[in-house]
């Protein structure tokens, strides 16, 4: 199984960035997709999840701001982030879950937002 993230970087407060996340070895219709991100000396934190049937959740702070979406026929999860601030600074990290005892990570990418 592999989870590759991409699009991560360097934006201005008040830009835009959209991860993807490319899943393989697993039958990803059948997977809840989600963003977690971590800064250091903090707990990984859920930012948005997606389940197989397109319900969406999102952590309080990105509500309005951040859309998850999936693409099925490409295997693929994105996170469109609009309107970033410095605090949205972390490693985005992509999940895959069957539920609480089946799921994999990605290798994460670092997003950095500057003042």
């Known amino acids: 199984v592999q989870l590759v993230e991409s699009g991560g970087g360097l934006v201005q407060a008040g830009g835009s960035l959209r991860l993807s996340c490319v899943a393989s070895?697993?039958?990803?219709?059948?997977?809840?997709m989600g963003w977690y991100r971590q800064t250091p000396g903090k707990q990984r934190e859920l930012v948005a999840r997606?389940?197989?049937?397109?319900?969406?959740n999102y952590e309080d702070s990105v509500k309005g701001r951040f859309t998850i979406s999936r693409d099925n026929a490409k295997n693929t999860v994105y996170l469109q982030m609009n309107s970033l601030k410095p605090e949205d600074t972390a490693v985005y990290y992509c999940?895959?879950?069957?539920?609480?005892?089946?799921?994999?990570w990605g290798q994460g990418t670092q997003v950095t937002v500057s003042s």
């Open positions: 999940n895959a879950d069957l539920g609480p005892k089946v799921g994999y």
């Open positions: 997606i389940t197989s049937g397109s319900g969406t």
């Open positions: 070895g697993i039958i990803f219709s059948r997977y809840a």
